[in-house]
Each structure stands twice: as structure tokens, then as C-alpha cells.
């Protein structure tokens, strides 16, 4: 399983932005999709997560009313919309697939990485 995070890019305070995540593989379709985001010195952490289905979604608790995750199965694309952007939501952007069901918050349930894609919020 191959997976690569795009979209990232630098934006100004309160503007939007639309991050992807290609999967490609034989399974891919089949497991839980998350975001995580991570900066300088901090731990990577959880951002949201979807269901195989795209029936379920999970999403760290600060970050609910501003994000949303989607599935395109059809293009087995998963997508982070993000809005109302701050400038602490600055940070590298990874997806990730877990074989876990449950969506995870957890980075250590997930097996397979995707390399990250920066987004800068600019005040």
C-alpha cells in the first residue's frame, strides 16, 4: 500500500483548504484512512479518520466544526477539507491507513504512511 498526501500550501488566517490523499494498493480501499499533523519538537498528532465505508468519521476533539474528512471511493481519494484556518493549524500533514476498524486516534494503530504535505497559516 502507497499512500501520498498533497494539497498543502501557505494561506492566510481564516481562509480555506483541501488536502488529498491518494491510496493506491490492493487493499487500500478496505481500511481506515486518518490525518495527522505534526510540527518542530511536537509529538505527530491525530486529526481525523474515516471509515472503510466513509459511513464513519472521527475527528480530534478541538479541530470538529473546522475540518471535515471525506471518502471518494471511486477514486479511493480521501480528502481533509479545513476551514476557518488559524495559524497554529501549521504543521506537516500525513495520511495514514490503520487495519484496525475502530478508527484510531492513536498513530501507533496505524501500519502505513504517506509522506506529509505542509500546510503554513499565515496571521
Known amino acids: 500500500v502507497q499512500l501520498q498526501a498533497f494539497g498543502g500550501g501557505l494561506v492566510q488566517a481564516r481562509d480555506s483548504l483541501r488536502l488529498s490523499c491518494a491510496a493506491c494498493?490492493?487493499?487500500?480501499?478496505?481500511?481506515?484512512v486518518g490525518w495527522f499533523r505534526q510540527t518542530p519538537g511536537k509529538e505527530r498528532e491525530f486529526v481525523a479518520a474515516?471509515?472503510?465505508?466513509?459511513?464513519?468519521?472521527n475527528y480530534a476533539d478541538s479541530l470538529k466544526g473546522r475540518f471535515a474528512i471525506s471518502r471518494d471511493s471511486s477514486s479511493k481519494m480521501v480528502n481533509l477539507q479545513m476551514n476557518s484556518l488559524k495559524p497554529e493549524d501549521t504543521a506537516v500533514y500525513y495520511c495514514?491507513?490503520?487495519?484496525?476498524?475502530?478508527?484510531?486516534?492513536?498513530?501507533?494503530?496505524?501500519?502505513?504512511w504517506g509522506q506529509g504535505t505542509l500546510v503554513t497559516v499565515s496571521s
Open positions: 474515516i471509515s472503510a465505508s466513509g459511513s464513519r468519521t
Open positions: 494498493g490492493r487493499t487500500s480501499s478496505s481500511y481506515t
Open positions: 495514514a491507513l490503520s487495519l484496525v476498524g475502530n478508527l484510531p486516534q492513536s498513530r501507533s494503530r496505524y501500519g502505513y
